[in-house]
């Protein structure tokens, strides 16, 4: 019965120990991808960072854009504050990590010694009793037939057994140097992001030094700023009567062509208005529509420095920026700017403080890009989703592509159209 026991007891510690080595690992395969994604976060936010520092360069060289370098540093303290929050989650994580596969790996060595203690005892117990005429004896005492059955199994297998279970320990050891060595990459990674985390926050504490003396600098400059916010607002409203006139002239034209055919259709936009289109032109307004949220930035890489609608001066206290229609985005000077959608090109113009700007109709729904330089379009000529329609105009004082969307005469906020960047 001791030696029955001994199995038993064998047994046990051999399936806990297989338990905590195979329900251990998995738990921690949500963590490390938990980890690895909080890593891409970190490194696309790095890259934003050094996109603004490369715009504020930019703007540094043109002795009369400090409010738009305000804008980028306010930008980019934006954008290295979220990349501070996303390292201390990324610590917060390791630290749970550590924490957890250190308790992991204590109760492995438990289990692991406890076992290691157990099989030695049964090969000693094994080699007292070697002689055969011991385990025959074992097999003649047995209670009936049936149990006498158990034992010459138990039996005639043990070596066997007790040289897998050999191989099982040399497994759980080799699995516990792993995890071992897992534990010290994440403390290796964890000092690491500590370290980037304290960096970041010097750097935060440095730009904002740098903003806030841009702001003095422009509080000094309140007569000029006027003024240019003077020019700012003409220029906005001239821009504004041009679009909704491009847009009317547009959605008339298109109403005529409609008659001219027979083939009308109607559809609602979301100023309540209805307006006659042809099919085909419903049918592209519909994957447009359907399209919300999904739509591709006009430029490849580029950040918005002004919102939608009302907008607070940097620095003039209680004063607002002209209503904006659209969203202006920081872009690389002479990118190229695409079109958001299928659409026919409905006018080119030059609008003075935005350069060229082109219209394009997407059915009864309109994209207006401004302050291109070179214009690689027609008027009248068909474009497809991210075709090039010219290059962000280099000349002036900033590098900024102002973008607008309509729903017939309503306007529309692009960020509630356009994909997460």
Not at 176 to 183: D, T
Not at 246 to 270: F, M, R, V
Not at 384 to 406: A, K, P, Y
Request: net charge positive; proline share 2%; aromatic share 8%.
């Amino acid at each position: 019965m001791e030696k029955r026991s001994y199995i038993f007891k064998f047994l046990f510690f051999s399936l806990s120990l297989a338990a905590v080595l195979c329900l251990g690992i998995p738990s921690f395969a949500q963590t490390n991808k938990n980890i690895e994604n909080k890593k891409a976060e970190i490194e696309k936010l790095n890259k934003d960072i050094e996109f603004l520092d490369r715009q504020i360069e930019q703007t540094k060289r043109k002795r009369r854009n400090t409010l738009t370098e305000l804008s980028l540093y306010q930008k980019k303290a934006q954008t290295r504050k979220k990349l501070i929050d996303r390292l201390d989650a990324e610590i917060k994580e390791q630290d749970n990590e550590i924490t957890n596969r250190t308790e992991l790996l204590r109760k492995m060595r438990r289990q692991l010694d406890t076992l290691k203690s157990d099989y030695s005892r049964m090969i000693k117990k094994a080699y007292v009793n070697r002689d055969n005429r011991t385990w025959f004896m074992y097999i003649l005492a047995s209670d009936n037939i049936e149990q006498g059955y158990r034992r010459y199994s138990y039996l005639k297998n043990y070596s066997k057994a007790l040289n897998g279970e050999g191989v099982k320990i040399k497994e759980a050891q080799a699995k516990i140097e792993k995890e071992m060595a897992a534990i010290s990459d994440l403390k290796d990674s964890n000092i690491k992001s500590q370290k980037a985390h304290t960096e970041e926050y010097n750097k935060l504490q440095k730009e904002g030094r740098k903003s806030k003396e841009l702001a003095n600098r422009l509080d000094r400059q309140q007569k000029q700023l006027n003024t240019q916010l003077k020019e700012k607002r003409k220029q906005s409203a001239r821009l504004n009567q041009e679009v909704e006139r491009l847009i009317a002239a547009a959605i008339a034209a298109e109403k005529k062509k409609a008659e001219k055919q027979g083939n009308t259709g109607k559809t609602t936009a979301s100023d309540g208005k209805s307006y006659v289109a042809t099919p085909q032109s419903l049918k592209l307004s519909s994957a447009f529509e359907g399209n919300k949220g999904r739509l591709p930035w006009p430029v490849k890489r580029g950040f918005i420095t002004e919102k939608f609608g009302v907008n607070k001066h940097p620095t003039l206290k209680n004063v607002n920026m002209p209503f904006n229609n659209g969203i202006n985005i920081s872009a690389p000077r002479g990118c190229q700017v695409f079109s958001v959608f299928d659409g026919v090109v409905k006018q080119i113009l030059f609008i003075p403080g935005y350069h060229n700007c082109v219209l394009v109709s997407h059915g009864t729904y309109f994209t207006f890009y401004c302050r291109l330089g070179k214009v690689s379009v027609k008027t009248g000529q068909k474009v497809s989703t991210g075709q090039v329609l010219g290059t962000l105009d280099s000349s002036d004082e900033s590098s900024e592509l102002h973008f607008e969307l309509w729903n017939g005469m309503q306007k529309q906020n692009p960020e509630s159209w356009l994909k997460s960047n």
